[in-house]
């Protein structure tokens, strides 16, 4: 059974950083491109980054220069930091795993629980 499982979320102050984790299980994705998205209340879940398996990643505008994407192969894990963080930053975070289609914006086969971060001005 594939489970992808966030972890690392939290309460932090504007400015401060917080460090996600994605830890893959059932099934290695080593080849296989992996993103986060998130969802704020009363908002649609957006794209936030994006790393293929060589490598690669893509970004959306409001994070550039503040997260990083990045992922351990071995460990079968991804992450996120995000740094310089503003509240509206404020959202519940999901990996994915394996898009649907071609485009950086695809949707993905497998999605973890989420995990919340919040924070605070």
């Known amino acids: 059974q594939v489970q992808l499982v966030e972890s690392g979320g939290g309460l932090v102050q504007a400015g401060g950083s917080l460090r996600l984790s994605c830890a893959a299980s059932?099934?290695?994705?080593?080849?296989?491109?992996m993103a986060w998205s998130r969802q704020a209340p009363g908002k649609e879940r957006e794209f936030v980054a994006a790393i293929t398996g060589s490598g690669d990643t893509r970004y959306t505008d409001s994070v550039k220069g503040r997260f990083t994407i990045s992922r351990d192969i071995p460990k079968n894990t991804m992450y996120l930091q995000m740094n310089n963080l503003r509240p509206e930053d404020t959202a519940v975070y999901y990996c994915?795993?394996?898009?649907?289609?071609?485009?950086?914006?695809?949707?993905?086969?497998?999605w973890g629980q989420g995990t919340q971060v919040t924070v605070s001005s």
């Open positions: 059932g099934r290695s994705f080593s080849r296989d491109r």
């Open positions: 994915a795993a394996v898009p649907l289609t071609s485009s950086w914006m695809s949707d993905y086969r497998y």
